[in-house]
Nanobody, 126 residues
Framework: QVQLVESGGGSVQAGGSLRLSCAAS????????ITWFRHAPGKEREGVAA????????YYADSVKGRFAISLDKAKNTMYLQMNSLKPEDTAMYYC???????????????????WGQGTQVTVSS
């Protein structure tokens, strides 16, 4: 049984940092995409950052480029999202997902992913 478990969320002030983790069991992060999504109330779920494990290639939404960094520790089978210079608009529930998008340009399409974690809340206050 595949399980993705997120951790590391919390409440910070604007300008602060958090590091999210996504540990996998029953699934090996050695190929396909592992991606962070976020969902804020009243907004659509948004792909934030992705890691293409087959080629160690990363993708970012424009809204987080230069502030967030996704990484993968294959030995620990754990993915991370380092979030710096956080803004109130980053407030959301953050989910990790694993799958094999039919095209790399579809990395941020949530319907391309098979496995999802339960989410971890990130709240940024101004």
């Amino acid at each position: 049984q595949v399980q993705l478990v997120e951790s590391g969320g919390g409440s910070v002030q604007a300008g602060g940092s958090l590091r999210l983790s996504c540990a996998a069991s029953g699934y090996t992060y050695d190929s396909g995409f592992i991606t962070w999504f976020r969902h804020a109330p009243g907004k659509e779920r948004e792909g934030v950052a992705a890691f293409w494990a087959s080629f160690d290639v990363t993708y970012y939404a424009d809204s987080v480029k230069g502030r967030f960094a996704i990484s993968l520790d294959k030995a620990k089978n754990t993915m991370y999202l380092q979030m710096n210079s956080l803004k109130p608009e980053d407030t959301a529930m953050y989910y990790c997902a694993a799958g094999r998008p039919s095209r790399t340009t579809f990395w941020s399409h949530d319907d391309e992913y098979t496995y999802w974690g339960q989410g971890t809340q990130v709240t940024v206050s101004s």
